[in-house]
Structures are given as C-alpha cells and as structure tokens.
C-alpha cells in the first residue's frame, strides 16, 4: 500500500486530506509540527509527503530542504499565502508541486495521483508509453525508464523525480544545445511559475551526483549566453 505523510496543523485541513486519501486507498501517516513531521519522514519513509509551509518548531521549507538531500519522494506544498516567491523558493528547495489554501480536494487527489505516476510507484506511469525502449545509455550513464533508476559506472545514483526528468531531457537531446527556457517548459511545463533559475539549481545537483569534478563536467556543459549541453 502507498504510504502518504500529510504534515499540516490546521486539524481541519488535516483530517480533511487524510480522510480522502484514505478513501483513495493510501495509508496515511498525519504529523501536525515541522519537527514531527521530518521525524516521521525519516522513520516511516512515506512514498508522498504533503508538507504545509507555515508549521509550528520548524517550517515546511526547513523540513523540505533537510529532506532533500536524504530522500526522494515527491512533495507537494501547501501555502496559505498566495505569494510567488514562497512558491519559487519551496519549488527550488526540492518540492514537486504546490497547492494555495483553500484547495480543492479533488485537486489535491489529482495532484498526489500525477506525483506517484512520476514516481513510478501505482506501476501506471504514463511518462514512458511501453513502445519506447526501457532504457538510454550514455557513456557510463544508464537510465532504467521503466525502474526509475539511474547508474553511473554501474552503481545505483540515487534521483528525485525532477532530476530523473531533467537527465532524460538531456540525454534525448544529446549534443543539441538547450535554452534554459526551453528545458524549463519541456521538463517542468509551460503552468510552471519557477524561473529559469530552477534549472540552473538541478544541473548543478545532476553535475553533482553524476560528474567525477562537478566543476570541469564533461557530460553536462553549459553552453554560454545560451544553456546547457548534454555530450555523452
């Protein structure tokens, strides 16, 4: 059974989320604290985490950005505060998606569904149609499309669904030189508010894990004035 972790203190919104996450069939784990909940995530190591950004202890870009580097599962945020920056910032820190309060439950249920369909963990995704090959190989670089997993000289490289898209991106594109722009709107689509600048953030955490010296890359370079390049 997927495991989902809702961490909101508003009793209300919680108990709303998690009785129609339940009905949806997902267990449902429910923290009310930042702290709480980043506990929780480590022991219980939900599938999905529903992280509200005003917490009490410790807020939900703290507990966002703690996370990241340790776990990979989406996260979807959710704000009170109608405020771009807020949104850009969670998004840049490593969240997959966001909701503004009130929300909709049937979007939020949409939402979770398009997050683990990314994932890869309903075993329904829609992102690789079954005719196109289940994997790409790039030099020391494999891409297991349909295990969501990549390997670097054949040891496993642990990658959050953005990454995994972006590095998808980029080896299907080898050679091409790619506007900033351009990889933005096919990796994060065109409703997507962040900024150019979250491309920038998730070459260097690729450049990070896949490159031998992130700062002299010789798989993903950057292309001055212009974007990146992916050589294999």
């Known amino acids: 059974m997927v495991k989902i972790l809702v961490v909101e203190d508003d009793v209300t919104i919680q108990d709303m989320v998690a009785y129609n996450l339940e009905r949806d069939g997902y267990e449902v784990i429910t923290k009310s604290d930042g702290a709480e909940g980043l506990e929780a995530a480590r022991n219980e190591q939900p599938d999905l ?45 490593g969240a997959d ?46 891409v297991n499309l349909i295990g969501h997993e990549v390997q670097l000289d054949g040891k496993k490289i642990s990658m959050r669904p953005r990454e995994f898209d972006l590095l998808e991106y980029l080896i299907r594109h080898d050679g ?6 351009m990889i933005l ?14 491309v920038d953030v998730h070459i260097r955490w690729l450049r990070e894990k896949l490159e031998k010296n992130p700062a002299k890359p010789v798989h993903i370079l950057t ?5 990146y390049k992916f050589v294999a």
């Not at 985490?49 to 807020?59: F, G, N, Q, R, Y």
């Not at 599962?73 to 405020?83: E, F, G, Q, S, V």
């Not at 292309?223 to 974007?227: A, K």
Request: net charge neutral; proline share 5%.
């Open 97 to 142: 998606d966001y909701l503004t309060k009130p929300f909709s439950m049937r979007e939020l249920r949409a939402r979770v569904q398009a997050a683990l369909r990314r994932e890869d963990i309903s075993g329904q995704s829609t992102t690789h149609p079954k005719t196109e090959s289940s994997s790409l190989v790039a030099g020391d670089i494999f």
């Open 185 to 198: 709107e096919s990796v994060w689509g065109y409703s997507y508010p962040g900024t150019t600048r979250t």
């Open 49 to 93: 985490i529903v992280l509200d950004l005003m917490l009490p202890k410790m807020s939900g870009l703290d507990v966002c950005r703690i996370l990241r580097p340790e776990y990979s599962m989406p996260i979807i945020m959710l704000t009170a505060r109608d405020n771009l920056a807020d949104k850009i910032h969670g998004l840049e820190l």
């Open 176 to 181: 091409q030189a790619l506007t900033r722009e």
């Open 223 to 227: 292309v001055r004035s212009l974007g």
